[in-house]
């Protein structure tokens, strides 16, 4: 069982950064591929990036160059530093856990789930 809780969410203007932080625990969760996912009102739930245990990255292209996805293997913590935001990366975020040994970008390849951050960009 893998546990997951992401905090850092909230109001931000456009330009703004924010750090989003999910805890993860579990015996082997060091070992899982952690993504995270958004989610806005009316819209499918999307991958943003995703981060093995060595450190291995992939972004999807509304990441690339604003956001930044890292891992904290002795704390089992992992963030998304998130810079130039704009109102269209408002959404629900979520971290996920997969026991994937590549990082994939579809939400059936997840097995846990938190419950969401809700981030606000206003223009």
């Known amino acids: 069982q893998v546990q997951l809780v992401e905090s850092g969410g909230g109001l931000a203007q456009a330009g703004d950064s924010l750090r989003l932080s999910c805890a993860a625990s579990?015996?082997?969760?060091?070992?899982?591929?952690i993504a995270w996912f958004r989610q806005a009102p009316g819209k499918e739930r999307e991958f943003v990036a995703g981060i093995n245990w060595n450190g291995i990255r992939v972004d999807a292209d509304s990441a690339k160059g604003r956001f930044t996805i890292s891992r904290e293997n002795t704390m089992n913590m992992v963030y998304l530093q998130m810079n130039n935001l704009n109102p269209e990366d408002t959404a629900v975020y979520y971290c996920?856990?997969?026991?994937?040994?590549?990082?994939?970008?579809?939400?059936?390849?997840?097995?846990?789930w938190g419950q969401g951050t809700q981030v606000t960009v206003s223009s």
């Open positions: 996920a856990a997969s026991q994937s040994l590549v990082i994939k970008r579809k939400i059936n390849e997840y097995d846990y």
């Open positions: 579990g015996r082997t969760v060091s070992r899982y591929i």
